[in-house]
T-cell receptor, first 113, second 113 residues
Framework: ELKVEQNPLFLSMQEGKNYTIYCNYS?????LYWYRQDPGKSLESLFV?????AVKQEGRLMASLDTKARLSTLHITAAVHDLSATYFC?????????????FGTGTRLTIIP | ETGVTQSPTHLIKTRGQQVTLRCSSQ?????VSWYQQALGQGPQFIFQ???????GRGNFPPRFSGLQFPNYSSELNVNALELDDSALYLC????????????FGPGTRLTVT
């Protein structure tokens, strides 16, 4: 059974600081997703990583994938309050994509002014 | 382009009752997946529908069932509701071949009392 673990579960950080969220998964996959969720809201897609070594950046967020280590990271640079949310990674184990996402436990990020 | 829509937004039911949740997929998307997100947890895959047939199922009992219609919209039916069924139910639409991304709807918040 595929397991997806994120750490930390909770992260409180000051504005302007850098930090990294880690996502480990238990079996081979080369498709990993990052989502953001605001309280009471749905999931917003941030990044889709489709191969080993993939790196994507959008604003202050950068995601990377190491399929050999079964590890993805979400790096936050110079955090701002608007980034406060819960972040989920999810792994797709299907042959063609889009079949079943297994989500991590989520990281609740709070940015303190 | 119309995004993924879900109805109703909120729903309160009594234990033992039955409920139907609805999802309209994004224009051009032929696949719908359903997820259950309990409070404080990551979403869990319930099942997926493609070409009006179930195409993959997570660890949910048979009292969770679904339909997909020719216009690709979908329903999630839950019979004999239990208190633990209280959750946010999310549907996601995607293109079956090569899309590699799921777009989530706003969700239906179900409370079972």
């Amino acid at each position: 059974e595929l397991k997806v673990e994120q750490n930390p579960l909770f992260l409180s950080m000051q504005e302007g600081k850098n930090y990294t969220i880690y996502c480990n998964y238990s079996t081979t996959s080369d498709r990993l997703y990052w989502y953001r969720q605001d309280p009471g809201k749905s999931l917003e897609s941030l990044f889709v990583l489709l191969s080993n070594g993939a790196v994507k950046q959008e604003g202050r967020l950068m995601a990377s994938l190491d399929t050999k280590a079964r590890l993805s990271t979400l790096h936050i640079t110079a955090a701002v309050h608007d980034l406060s949310a819960t972040y989920f990674c999810a792994v797709d184990m299907s042959d063609f994509g889009n079949e079943k996402l297994t989500f991590g436990t989520g990281t609740r990020l709070t940015i303190i002014p | 382009e119309t995004g993924v829509t879900q109805s109703p937004t909120h729903l309160i039911k009594t234990r033992g009752q039955q409920v139907t949740l609805r999802c309209s997929s994004q224009s051009g998307h032929n696949t719908v997946s359903w997820y259950q997100q309990a409070l404080g947890q990551g979403p869990q895959f319930i099942f997926q529908y493609y070409r009006e047939e179930e195409n993959g199922r997570g660890n949910f009992p048979p009292r969770f069932s679904g339909l997909q219609f020719p216009n690709y919209s979908s329903e999630l039916n839950v019979n004999a509701l239990e208190l633990d069924d209280s959750a946010l139910y999310l549907c996601a639409s995607s293109v079956k071949t090569g899309g590699y991304e799921q777009y989530f709807g706003p969700g239906t918040r179900l409370t079972v009392t």
